[in-house]
C-alpha cells in the first residue's frame, strides 16, 4: 500500500506542475497503466483477473471524458497505436483504443 500512495502522490505532483506550465503542460499527454490486474482479494497475481488492468490518460489531444468504463476488450498491444495516434505519428500496426483517441476531425484543428 505504501507503494501505491507513492506512485499517486508522483501522479499528483506531475499533474500539478503541468498545471502550472500553461499551454505547455495542457498539451502534456499522461499515460498511467499496470502491467497486470490482481486476483480477488488483491492477493495473488493468478487467474483470469490479473489480466483486467485500468489506465490513466489525460492531458494533451486526449478528450476529457472522466471515468470511461470500456465493454470492448482491448489488449497490451493496443497502448502503443494509442500513443501513436494520440502523438498524430503514422500507425505501424494495431488499433488505437477509441474511447482515448479524438475524432480525427479534433486533430485536423491542433
Known amino acids: 500500500m505504501a507503494s501505491l500512495r507513492a506512485a499517486d502522490r508522483l501522479v499528483g505532483e506531475l499533474v500539478a ?3 502550472r506550465m500553461g ?3 495542457a498539451s502534456t499527454t499522461i499515460l498511467v497503466t499496470t502491467d497486470h490486474g490482481r486476483a480477488a482479494g488483491f492477493v495473488s497475481h493468478g487467474g483470469p483477473d490479473s489480466a483486467r488492468v485500468w489506465m490513466m490518460a489525460m492531458g494533451g489531444s486526449v478528450p476529457a ?3 470511461v468504463d ?3 476488450t482491448v489488449h497490451l498491444s ?3 497505436p494509442t ?3 494520440l ?3 503514422p500507425a505501424r500496426s494495431g488499433q488505437a483504443i477509441a474511447a482515448l483517441v479524438p475524432e480525427p476531425a479534433m486533430l485536423a484543428h491542433r
Open 83 to 85: 500513443i501513436r495516434q
Open 23 to 25: 499551454e505547455y503542460g
Open 87 to 89: 502523438m498524430q505519428v
Open 70 to 72: 470500456l465493454r470492448e
Open 17 to 19: 506542475t503541468l498545471a
Open 65 to 67: 471524458r472522466g471515468a
Open 78 to 80: 493496443n497502448v502503443a
